[in-house]
């Protein structure tokens, strides 16, 4: 190697340094603000306090969590992805990096490497970490699993070598996480409130795996075992997080909305309830708060995990102000598990860019959707416009 490459392979070193193993340094955090000297459209209307205060700083002046998901590809591609995180957010969620076939190798190896290098970024940066998700019937190590049982002597013996293995992977999942909350499962229910019993989709290239079925109680018995697998690895690491049952279509009130209460108002390792919220920005307004005020009565936590808005009729940003300020005013502080963006920039979402759902555009630029929420918490902070 000669003087200039090896001078170019010291600074390539540097950089990836600086990039993976710490919160990064000035390159990733620009002053004041990376948007402020592009060119806005037509003429930069956006008040000074949307540079002042980040959405986390006036969440946190609210009483309330901020979140946002996000994947390896996007985490390691995009710079302007970890500036906003660190700016507008609180906690993080990893799209895809924790869930069982990320980590459990075809042969049951665990591999930890691409959520431990996401998790330190976070937490050299200030940012909580959510565990997403420890049971699911999607992007389960179904290759392993089925090995495993292809060589049970009977099914009693398959259900006991699978009942272990879950066991096995919530340890270590809990072991060796530090997170402020799991979901420990995810998406067990039916629309009409019954216990999951089919993986029930058409995607079958995500690795499908219905725990319950080797359960003799079905989905309910192995809801049951995954919460007192996780409550207890929790005591036997001398950890504490908070414990989450999660599902999607809850604010349609259906069976679904009854059964998810029901079971976590019953079952006391169960710490709260995840509303995801994939909606339109048409979902009628009243069926949120009927929602949310179900999801309070049950006395355990409250957390919307998955917020993405899509186009409607009414308009996305107000949809999202609403969804916000009903929160606010119906879960008390102490059940406030937060509110969780599924994702940040259009760019990256699982529903595609053309769907617009999110905060940020294509090209990271405040949306509409983030000035008015970042002027709803500013008004109801009390703190400086100025
Ligand atoms: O955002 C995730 C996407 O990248 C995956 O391809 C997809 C596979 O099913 O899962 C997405 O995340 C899902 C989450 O884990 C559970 N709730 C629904 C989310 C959106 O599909």
Request: charged share 25%.
């Amino acid at each position: 190697m000669n003087k200039i490459n090896f001078i170019y392979f010291i600074a390539a070193i540097l950089v990836a340094a600086t990039l993976f193993s710490s919160c990064g340094g000035k390159t990733l955090d620009p002053d004041p603000d990376p948007y402020d000297t592009e060119p806005a459209t037509p003429v930069d209307k956006t008040p000074k306090s949307v540079y002042k205060y980040g959405l986390r700083e006036l969440a946190q002046a609210n009483g309330l969590l901020i979140g946002a998901e996000y994947t390896y590809s996007e985490y390691a591609q995009d710079d302007s992805l970890r500036v906003v995180l660190k700016r507008d957010f609180e906690a993080v969620t990893f799209g895809n990096e924790m869930k069982h076939d990320n980590i459990v190798a075809g042969d049951g190896a665990l591999v930890f490497n691409r959520a431990d290098q996401m998790a330190q970024w976070a937490k050299d940066c200030g940012l909580k970490l959510f565990g997403h998700t420890l049971g699911w019937h999607n992007q389960q190590q179904s290759d392993y699993l089925n090995a495993l049982i292809s060589g049970a002597k009977d099914a009693d013996e398959a259900a006991a070598l699978v009942r272990k293995a879950h066991k096995t992977w919530v340890e270590a999942m809990v072991k060796h996480f530090d997170v402020y909350g799991w979901d420990v499962v995810n998406e067990v229910f039916s629309d009409s409130g019954d216990w999951r019993s089919s993986a029930n989709t058409s995607t079958k290239d995500y690795h499908q795996f219905l725990w319950g079925s080797y359960y003799s109680g079905g989905t309910k018995a192995f809801v049951d075992s995954a919460f007192r697998n996780a409550r207890e690895a929790l005591e036997r690491n001398g950890k504490t997080a908070d414990l989450y049952i999660n599902d999607y279509s809850l604010e349609w009130l259906g069976g679904k909305l009854e059964a998810i209460c029901n079971y976590a108002q019953n079952n006391p390792d169960v710490t709260g309830i995840g509303t995801q919220m994939h909606i339109s920005a048409d979902v009628p307004r009243d069926n949120i708060k009927t929602m949310l005020e179900r999801m309070v009565k049950t006395g355990k936590k409250v957390r919307i995990s998955e917020l993405d808005v899509t186009l409607g009729t009414a308009d996305q940003a107000e949809t999202i102000v609403y969804i916000f300020d009903q929160y606010l005013k119906i879960v008390p502080e102490a059940q406030r598990g937060g509110i969780s963006f599924w994702g940040v920039s259009d760019k990256n979402s699982w529903l595609g860019y053309s769907k617009e759902p999110l905060l940020y555009s294509y090209s990271y630029r405040r949306k509409d959707a983030y000035l008015k929420l970042h002027a709803y918490l500013l008004e109801r902070s009390g703190l400086d416009k100025n």
